[in-house]
């Protein structure tokens, strides 16, 4: 099941070309990271890091650019959760216009759930692996997404 955020690209977004500064597409990921957390679980993203003292840093990015997003585009960023381990989440994002409907950019971010405090991983607790299994790429349990 694909979950989708949709950005405006800003003015900070951009280089002095007029074109998204390669390091700002990792934003827009984790934009649509964060909005996935707001929309698909009971906790959002800010209260897991503030409350419960857990994490998902990233420790590996494969990624490929494939169009340039300007200034004024709006981004359509696809999020599917391909992979759900004992504490790493794999997942991919693929950007594309939404004027045109062109793909921008793709990857795959591997994400580990860490205690903050102790900074090392912790296992996914039964809340989490369960909304993020429900929404496996795949996933016979998933919401159709229309």
């Known amino acids: ?16 070309a007029g074109i998204v500064y390669y ?16 929309t698909a679980a009971p906790i959002s993203y800010p209260e897991l890091i503030r ?12 990624s490929r650019f ?10 359509v960023v696809e999020l599917v959760i391909e992979r759900v381990g004992r504490s790493s989440v794999d997942f991919k994002y693929t950007v594309r216009r939404r004027r045109d409907g062109v793909h921008s950019f ?19 607790d039964a809340e989490l692996r369960m909304i993020l299994e429900q929404s496996l790429a795949g996933s016979p349990h998933s919401p159709s997404d229309g």
Do not use: N, W
């Not at 409350?51 to 494969?62: N, S, W």
């Not at 793709?106 to 860490?114: D, N």
């Open 1 to 16: 099941m694909a979950f989708t955020s949709v950005q405006k690209i800003r003015f900070d977004d951009v280089d002095g």
């Open 23 to 38: 390091p700002q597409f990792f934003r827009l990921c984790h934009a649509a990271f964060e909005d996935f957390f707001d």
């Open 51 to 62: 409350d419960r003292r857990l994490g998902f840093p990233t420790v590996a990015i494969e």
């Open 66 to 75: 494939d169009a340039p997003l300007e200034y004024g585009d709006v981004a």
């Open 106 to 124: 793709q990857a795959k971010i591997t994400t580990v759930l860490m205690d903050l405090d102790t900074r090392k991983p912790v296992p996914l």
